[in-house]
C-alpha cells in the first residue's frame, strides 16, 4: 500500500506530527522526553510488551498506552518511533510502512543485510520518509566538527581517528544476544566514518581480542577492537573501541588534513579543574550514552520532525542503516579470518 498521506505538500509544516512509540525501554524514554520538549510534535500513544512499562511512561508524559498492532494501523498516528529490541524491527517497520506511518527506527536497522535490503524495497514502495537512528551525528560537538570540515578548514580528508569505548561491559546475557561488538558498539563509529570521509571506504580491516572479561571471549565475542578502512583515493580511518573505560565514557574524533586539524574531546561532568603542586586534575568523562549524547538524541528528534513536517527526507535514511550494516559484517568476518576484506559498491 502506497502512503496515503502526501510527505512533501508544503503546509505540513504548520499541523502537529502525532507520534506512537514502540518500545519504553531505555532509549524509548529519550525519546519520548524529547518528543514532549519539541513544539510541532505530540507523543500521542506508547506501546510495550510489557504493559507497566507501557503504563509508566503514559503517566509520565501523558499519552495513551495502546498496543503495538494498535498503533501501527492508527489513523490519528502519523509517525512510528520504533526503540524496540532489534529483532523486533523488521516486522514494525513493513506494518509502519504499508500504513503509511513515516518511521524513526533505532539503530541497527535489522541484523541481516538481506533484510534491510527487503525493507528498503518496502519503505521506498510506501515512499514513507524513514529515519535510522544513528544519533551521534546530531551531537553539537560531532555535527559542528563535520560542518568545519566540510567548510573546508582543514582541506580534504587525510585520517580519521574515532575512538569509543564504554565505561564497563555490559552483562554476558546482553553480549550473547548483540551480534557480536562490530553489530551492536562499533556500528555507531561505522557510520561516524562514513558521515566524517564523504567518500566510501572500498577495504576494511578488523582486529579484535577479549581483553576485558574472558567470559566475553568465551561467548564468541570480543572486547577491545580496532578497524582500518581505506577509501578508493586512498583515505583512511581507525576505530578503536573497548568495553571498558576506567575514566568513563569515552567519545573522541580527530580528523586530519592537509591545512591541519579537527577534534572533538570528551564531554567530562563538569568543567572543574583543580590545580595542586601534584599536577591537574579533572572529571571523568560523563557516564554513559544517555547523558553524554543527551544532547543528541534532542537535536536528533528535532530533526526528524522538521525533515517529516517539510517534506524533507530524514538524514540518515535506510540507506546509511544498510551501508554501516555492511561495514559490520564486513569487520565480524575480517576479524574472523584474519583477513581484509573488500567493501562491495554504494
Ligand atoms: N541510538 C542509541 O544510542 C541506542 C541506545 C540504546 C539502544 N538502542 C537501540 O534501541 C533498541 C532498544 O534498545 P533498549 O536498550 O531501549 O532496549 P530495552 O530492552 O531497554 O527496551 C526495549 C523495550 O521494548 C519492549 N518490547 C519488546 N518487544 C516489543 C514489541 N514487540 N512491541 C512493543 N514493545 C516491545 C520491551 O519490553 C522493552 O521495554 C535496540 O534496537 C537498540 O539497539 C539505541
Redesign the pocket.
Known amino acids: 500500500m502506497r502512503s496515503s498521506v502526501d510527505w512533501a505538500q508544503t503546509e505540513r509544516h504548520e499541523m502537529t506530527l502525532r507520534i506512537g512509540l ?7 524514554q529519550v525519546h519520548a522526553r524529547s518528543i514532549t520538549a519539541t513544539t510541532g510534535v505530540t507523543l500521542t500513544a506508547v ?4 504493559p507497566e ?1 507501557a503504563g509508566a511512561l503514559a503517566q509520565a508524559t501523558g499519552a495513551e498506552t495502546r498496543d ?1 498492532a494498535a498503533i501501527l494501523t492508527a489513523k490519528d498516528i502519523d509517525a512510528v518511533l520504533i ?4 529483532d ?2 523488521f516486522d ?1 517497520i513493513i506494518a509502519a510502512a504499508q500504513n503509511g506511518k513515516a518511521i524513526f527506527c ?3 536497522v535489522d541484523m541481516s543485510v538481506d533484510n534491510i535490503r527487503r525493507l528498503i524495497d518496502v519503505v521506498g514502495r510506501a515512499g514513507v520518509p524513514f529515519l535510522t ?3 551521534r551525528r546530531f551531537d553539537p560537538s560531532f555535527a559542528a566538527l563535520r560542518a568545519r570540515l566540510r567548510g573546508g578548514a582543514i582541506g580534504a580528508v587525510e585520517l580519521a581517528i574515532i575512538t569509543s569505548r564504554d565505561p564497563a561491559p555490559p552483562p554476558i546475557s546482553y553480549i550473547e544476544r548483540s551480534g557480536g561488538l562490530f553489530r ?1 558498539m562499533m556500528i ?1 563509529d561505522f557510520d561516524m566514518a562514513r558521515f566524517l570521509m564523504g567518500e566510501e571506504f572500498v577495504r576494511l580491516h578488523a582486529v579484535g581480542s577479549a581483553l576485558v572479561d574472558p567470559e566475553i571471549g568465551a561467548a564468541g565475542d570480543v572486547d577491545t577492537a580496532a578497524v582500518t578502512l581505506t577509501t578508493a583515493t586512498g583515505r583512511i580511518c581507525q576505530i578503536s573501541n573497548s568495553r571498558r573505560a576506567a575514566y568513563g565514557y569515552d567519545q573522541r574524533i580527530e580528523v586530519h588534513g592537509a591545512l591541519g586539524m579537527l577534534r572533538a574531546e570528551n564531554q567530562l561532568e563538569t568543567t572543574v579543574e583543580l590545580a595542586t603542586d601534584a599536577g591537574f586534575a579533572r572529571d571523568p568523562a560523563q557516564h554513559f ?1 544517555l547523558e553524554r ?1 543527551a544532547a543528541a ?1 534532542l537535536a536528533e528528534m528535532r530533526a526528524f520532525v522538521a525533515a517529516v513536517t517539510t517534506g524533507t527526507p530524514p538524514d540518515p535514511d535506510i540507506e546509511d542503516g544498510l551501508r554501516a550494516q555492511i561495514l559490520a559484517d564486513a569487520a565480524t568476518r575480517s576479524r574472523e579470518t584474519g583477513q581484509p576484506v573488500d567493501l562491495p559498491p554504494a
Open positions: 514502540l518500545g519504553c525501554g531505555r532509549i524509548g506501546a510495550d510488551a510489557l512499562a503495538t526503540a524496540t529490541p532489534t523486533s524491527h514494525q533505532e539503530k541497527p537512528g544513528f544519533n551492536d555507531h550514552f549524547y538524541y
